[in-house]
């Protein structure tokens, strides 16, 4: 398996953290999973060689946890939250629209690969619900035509410029470059 | 009488106008100054605090922090450890991440006087995998602190030392159990360890004392050293002091999260006075008070019995005391402080359905009944709401859950037990209803399609 040296030197970083090596399995995964989709056999030997484990410690922990991969997702990763807070305001429509939208149904990539879609047990945001995580941001309250448009948007890969729907992350208060105060939307409501 | 106001005390600044989650900005808020005091202390006075203050842990279980530091096995002579559980994946809560995003730092202080306390020689946060962006926010505001002596090598000149290093998990709840969570901090599956003797304090992360807390219980250390312990224990009620972060979600015109003095408001005025109330023309069916975990409520039951005071209560729903004890009193639990209102319009067994694939999915698999039990217990609500299910299948329900609770490594067993036993007791009619219903034709796409809700 080949690594690009930024990965590798990550690595080198994360396992120096921890006291015993084996520790670093969980974070040396999500690295290895960030550049290449997924966790192959292959990346399996090359962990266990890394951490000085057997294989088997590594195929137990990537057999066991959700968001750990044996293929790759689609181009565009659409998560959304099935759990009760969610499912009360909609989340199994939302889901279905968007299925329907991206012509790809929950846990599945479509044909093109451009995307996939997973129903996901609750995601930590069940006030703004249904909440839909895209790649690696947050959106609330995706529901009814709100959730068609944001399909819409989503299909046609313009739901960054979108001013309709900022993303938890983006809603965020920007962090000062040390004196010049900044502004901050929203008080936790919208 | 006037509903309380809201008493920000943690979350004082995380939506505050101007405020962002990097350190100059914490600095100019006073930050860290708590912890300048604590590394002039001495460790065990700042126990000593922590104890007298009476906090209990927010993580669900309640229990004292005080008392679960002075569990600590300090006579092995092995290095001590400070996990800080932000793996906030209770079904309902979302309070952890309002702290992670907005004001990071407050939770670096807090662990860092914390670790200083209890002398530990590393500290971990164990972040949920699915918090991408609270990752890298907890990662800078590490680096931040490091850069100016807050955390790391020699912290402020007082000869002490420890690293924050964040862990990220891989999307399982279980990994919020702290034993399930000090393996997967191990690099191994997390499978929770029996107690005894694996009591974190005794045997924790690598076989060491370990110290795990939740994220809103950290934080509050930083504040019983500003307040000074009784002004912290006057806060709040007796047993039941300093501030509660509420989070309320589900049917109800305002959800949102909301800090308060323990036991300050009753569930129903945080429900109509806060919350706004329900949605228009709904009339409320039922509320589980803290996380999916927590027996359900319902709407017209009454609660009565004896404090252990030795006076009486008799109360409704809306009645309850929103603290540790008054949902407890009730016959559920006050547990991660997740509230989730549930109005007429729900159809209960596709409630139940809705939390029983949870518990399925998320079983560890390491215990027979909790293993076998979360998979009969969403097939059998499954069938009840795609048809062709049973009269007295509500009563098998009861009977899975009976087997489960109780008999399993882990409180896994009973969270998934209880929202079953509580479900069919409180709602029996309209399990048999449901259960009566006729299959319908086969439905070219299959039980996959149903819509639990
Ligand atoms: C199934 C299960 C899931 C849990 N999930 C969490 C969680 O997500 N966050 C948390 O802080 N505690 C969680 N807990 C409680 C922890 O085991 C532990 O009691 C807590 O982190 C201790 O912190 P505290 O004393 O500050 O509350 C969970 C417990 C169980 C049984
Ligand atoms: S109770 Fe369930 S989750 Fe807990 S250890 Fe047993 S099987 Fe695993
Ligand atoms: S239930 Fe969807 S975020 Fe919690």
Redesign the pocket.
């Known amino acids: 398996m080949e690594l690009s040296t930024d990965t590798l030197t990550k690595i080198d970083e994360v396992v120096a953290r921890y006291p015993e090596k084996q520790s670093a399995t969980l974070m040396v995964i999500h690295l290895i999973q960030d550049e290449k989709g997924c966790i192959s056999d292959g990346a399996v030997e090359w962990i266990a060689e890394r951490l000085e484990v057997e294989p088997v410690n590594i195929y137990e922990v990537v057999t066991f946890y959700p968001m750990i991969r044996r293929e790759p997702w689609g181009k565009t990763h659409v998560r959304v939250c099935r759990t009760l807070p969610c499912a009360l305001r909609g989340s199994y429509k939302t889901c279905r629209t968007l299925e329907e939208k991206l012509g790809v149904k929950e846990g599945h990539v479509s044909e093109d690969g451009d995307f996939s879609i997973e129903f996901m047990e609750c995601l930590a945001d069940c006030g703004k619900g249904p909440v839909v995580i895209v790649d690696e941001k947050t959106y609330e309250d995706v529901q009814g035509e709100a959730a068609e448009k944001f399909a819409e948007l989503l299909k046609n890969h313009t739901l960054d410029k979108d001013r309709n729907f900022t993303s938890y992350e983006d809603g965020l208060a920007k962090p000062r470059k040390k004196t010049v105060a900044s502004s901050k939307k929203g008080t936790g409501k919208k | 009488m006037a509903v309380a106001k809201e008493k920000r005390i943690i979350l004082k600044y995380a939506d505050a106008r101007g405020y962002s989650n990097d350190l100059p900005c914490y600095l100019e808020h006073g930050g860290y100054d708590m912890l300048k005091k604590a590394v002039k202390s001495k460790p065990e006075d700042i126990c000593e605090e922590v104890l007298k203050s009476g906090v209990r842990g927010r993580g669900g279980a309640g229990f004292p922090t005080g008392m679960k530091w002075k569990f600590l096995d300090r006579k092995s002579g092995k290095p001590i450890y400070l996990i800080c559980n932000a793996d906030e994946s209770e079904p309902g809560t979302f309070k952890d991440r309002q702290i992670i995003y907005k004001d990071p730092h407050q939770l670096i202080e807090g662990m860092m006087i914390s670790a200083y306390a209890i002398q530990a020689k590393q500290a971990f946060i164990y972040i949920r995998a699915e918090f991408f962006e609270g990752a890298r926010i907890l990662d800078r505001a590490i680096a931040e602190a490091k850069a100016k002596n807050l955390c790391g090598d020699n912290i402020l000149g007082s000869g002490y030392s420890c690293e924050i290093v964040v862990h990220r998990g891989a999307g399982a709840y279980?990994c919020g159990e702290e034993t399930g969570l000090i393996e997967s901090l191990e690099g191994k599956r997390p499978?929770?360890r029996i107690k005894p003797p694996y009591f974190p304090a005794v045997l924790g992360v690598y076989q060491c004392p370990t110290i795990v807390n939740n994220v809103e219980t950290l934080c509050n250390v930083k504040h019983i050293l500003e307040m000074g312990s009784d002004a912290f224990g006057q806060l709040g009620i007796p047993n039941n002091t300093g501030t509660r972060i509420w989070c309320v979600s589900g049917q109800v015109q305002k959800p949102g999260y909301f800090e308060f003095e323990c036991g300050a408001l009753t569930l129903g005025e945080m429900i109509y006075d806060v919350c706004g109330g329900l949605n228009p023309g709904r009339s409320l069916k039922a509320v589980i008070p803290g996380g999916s975990s927590a027996k359900v409520l319902r709407a017209d039951e009454r609660f009565t019995g004896t404090h252990k005071d030795g006076t009486d209560f008799d109360w409704g729903i809306t009645d309850i005391p929103l603290d540790f004890d008054g949902p407890i009193a009730a016959g559920s639990m006050s547990g991660s402080g997740g509230i989730i209102v549930m109005d007429d319009s729900v159809d209960i067994v596709e409630a139940l359905a809705n939390i029983n694939a949870f518990y399925a999915h998320e079983?560890?698999?390491?215990?027979t009944p909790?293993?076998e039990g979360s998979l009969w217990m969403r097939k059998i609500t499954t069938r009840m709401c795609s048809g062709g299910a049973r009269e007295e299948d509500s009563d098998l329900l009861v009977s899975v859950a009976d087997q489960i609770e109780g008999r399993?490594?882990?409180a896994?067993?009973e969270a998934a037990a209880w929202p079953t036993q509580s479900f069919v007791a409180k709602f029996k009619d309209e399990f048999i209803a449901k259960a009566n219903q006729p299959a319908p034709d086969d439905d070219a796409e299959g039980p996959a399609r149903l819509q639990l809700i």
């Open positions: 279980i499978n929770p079983s560890c698999g390491q215990c909790c293993r399993t490594i882990c896994f067993g």
